[in-house]
């Protein structure tokens, strides 16, 4: 059974950071693509960032600069540093893996995800 758990999340202040951690089960980890995404109360779920097997790695244009993917193969887990938060980036967050290669189309569509966590909530006050 797959399983993926976020941890991590937390309430911070604007200008803050946090690092949010993935740890997979259940499946060959090194083979799967992995997601971040996040959802925020009323608005759709968003595509965050990505990182290939291969570490290949992508980002929503809102968050250059500020937050950065990485994974531990050894570990099965993914993470996303996220530096110099602000108000919008409150949000529940996502992990997801899928081990299809994903595309630029691809990437950001929760659709082609097969597996997720249940999120971390992350409160960014001013």
């Known amino acids: 059974q797959v399983q993926l758990v976020e941890s991590g999340g937390g309430l911070v202040q604007a200008g803050d950071f946090l690092r949010l951690s993935c740890t997979a089960s259940?499946?060959?980890?090194?083979?799967?693509?992995m997601g971040w995404f996040r959802q925020a109360p009323g608005k759709e779920r968003e595509f965050v960032s990505r990182?290939?097997?291969?570490?290949?790695?992508y980002y929503a244009d809102f968050v250059k600069g500020r937050f950065t993917i990485s994974r531990d193969n050894a570990k099965n887990t993914v993470y996303l540093q996220m530096n110099d938060l602000n108000l919008e980036d409150t949000a529940v967050y996502y992990c997801?893996?899928?081990?299809?290669?994903?595309?630029?189309?691809?990437?950001?569509?929760?659709?082609?995800?097969?597996?997720w966590g249940k999120g971390t909530q992350v409160t960014v006050s001013s």
């Open positions: 990182i290939s097997f291969y570490d290949s790695t």
């Open positions: 259940g499946l060959a980890f090194s083979e799967f693509e």
């Open positions: 997801a893996a899928d081990q299809h290669i994903m595309t630029t189309a691809t990437m950001a569509s929760p659709p082609a995800y097969e597996y």
